[in-house]
C-alpha cells in the first residue's frame, strides 16, 4: 500500500493523470481484496485482486509510451493464475483468467 501511495503522489506531481487512474485501480483491488479476505471469500478476493491489477496494467500499458516496456507486466500476470487457483477444480477459470493478460496485451 505504501508503494502504491508513492506511486500515486509522483503521478499526480508528474501530471500523469492515467497513471494515476491507475493507480487508484490498485489501490481499490488491494482493498477490496483484503475486505474480501477478512470476510473469509478467498477466492472472490484474490480473483478481484488479480482483475484489477490486470486492467491497471492495461491503463499504464497505454498511458506509458512503447519505450517504457510496461506491457512485459502482462508476461508476469499470465503466470499468475497458475499460482492463486486450483488447475484441478477451477480449470475453466484458470484458462480464462491466463488468456485475460494475453488479450489486454495485444489490446494495448
Known amino acids: 500500500m505504501a508503494l502504491n501511495a508513492v506511486w500515486f503522489t509522483f503521478s499526480i506531481l508528474n501530471g500523469a493523470n492515467w497513471l494515476a487512474i491507475a ?7 488491494f482493498a477490496s481484496s ?21 486492467f491497471a ?18 508476461i508476469g500476470l499470465a503466470g499468475l493464475p497458475l499460482l492463486i487457483f ?16 494475453i488479450v489486454l496485451w495485444i489490446a494495448a
Open 23 to 29: 493507480a487508484v485501480g490498485v489501490f481499490l483491488g
Open 57 to 74: 496494467v492495461f491503463i499504464a500499458a497505454n498511458a506509458v509510451p512503447p519505450i517504457g516496456h510496461v506491457s512485459f507486466i502482462f
Open 86 to 101: 486450483s488447475l484441478r477444480r477451477q480449470r475453466n477459470q484458470v484458462i480464462a483468467l491466463i488468456a485475460l493478460p
Open 34 to 54: 483484503y475486505t474480501l479476505h477478512r470476510q473469509g471469500k478467498y477466492q472472490l478476493g484474490d480473483l478481484t485482486n488479480y482483475l484489477f491489477s490486470c
